[in-house]
């Protein structure tokens, strides 16, 4: 698979910023939507879902199982098969919009909108890079050992975030 294209982000005023990323993936939105929307799915390449409630206005808690951060919040996007958002305490508004392109593969439109200062803007930027190889590595069948994540690669990309030629 070709690599995760580097996401961006964008100023939205004092500490708060929207990352973006636009990875397009071999597959069909109907093998991607259980990968972020089941707690099967993001356990594979995300966190783990200790509540999932799959509706619009439902509760969410994740834990994060390469670092244990636990968020919670609410599913405030649902339309099946498309797009699911999800607001949570810490990782503020976490947005996936599915866009099939043919019949065996889609462009995630992935919005993450937050607060914070600029090395958390870095640190995410770094995260959901990685995040979305995991997934790619769990659609082909080889999901996230969480036992075997060290921050290696992590730091590497968030070394490559923080450059000037990234900027």
Known sequence: MPPVSHGTSESRGADLWRIRFEPHLPYAYATLWPA?????????WLAGAEVLERRLGGAVTLRWLN???VVTG???AWDVER???????GHG???FHLEPVGTDST???FVNERGGPENERLDCLA???EHFELLESALAGR????TAWTGGHWAALREQYASPAAA
């Open 36 to 44: 972020l929307t089941t707690p099967e799915g993001l356990r594979g």
């Open 67 to 69: 670092t244990g951060t």
């Open 127 to 129: 995260g959901w890079h």
């Open 83 to 89: 797009v699911v958002e999800y607001t949570v305490s």
């Open 74 to 76: 609410h599913v405030t």
């Open 143 to 146: 999901p996230a050992d969480w």
């Open 93 to 95: 508004r976490i947005r």
């Open 107 to 109: 462009v995630i439109r």
